[in-house]
Nanobody
Framework: QVHLVESGGGLVQAGGSLRLSCAAS????????MGWFRQAQGKEREFVAA????????RYADSVKGRFTISRDNAKNTVYLQMNGLKPEDTAIYYC???????????????????WGQGTQVTVSS
């Protein structure tokens, strides 16, 4: 049974930073690709960032490149999303996702992921 729990969301002013964490109850966490997605009110869920098994491969949405950084600590079964230079348009519920994949694969489509967390709210005020 895979269980993902996000934390670290909150209210921040534009230009500020937050770090999201996703703790995974996966015995073989190091064999799972991990991703972050977000869904703003009234909009479809969208890809934010993803990372491969070892952390050697990462992918980012164009809208967050240069501002967000995804990383993972396989010893702690945790994936992180460091968000800097936050903008009001980053306001959304952020979801962590996991899927077992080959080492270098970094899925960017939500249908490719098998497991999801409950989400954490990020609100950026202008």
């Amino acid at each position: 049974q895979v269980h993902l729990v996000e934390s670290g969301g909150g209210l921040v002013q534009a230009g500020g930073s937050l770090r999201l964490s996703c703790a995974a109850s996966i015995r073989t966490f190091s064999t799972y690709a991990m991703g972050w997605f977000r869904q703003a009110q009234g909009k479809e869920r969208e890809f934010v960032a993803a990372i491969s098994w070892s952390g050697g491969n990462t992918r980012y949405a164009d809208s967050v490149k240069g501002r967000f950084t995804i990383s993972r600590d396989n010893a702690k079964n945790t994936v992180y999303l460091q968000m800097n230079g936050l903008k009001p348009e980053d306001t959304a519920i952020y979801y962590c996702a996991a899927v077992r994949r080959l080492p270098v694969i970094v899925p960017t489509i939500d249908d490719e992921y098998d497991h999801w967390g409950q989400g954490t709210q990020v609100t950026v005020s202008s």
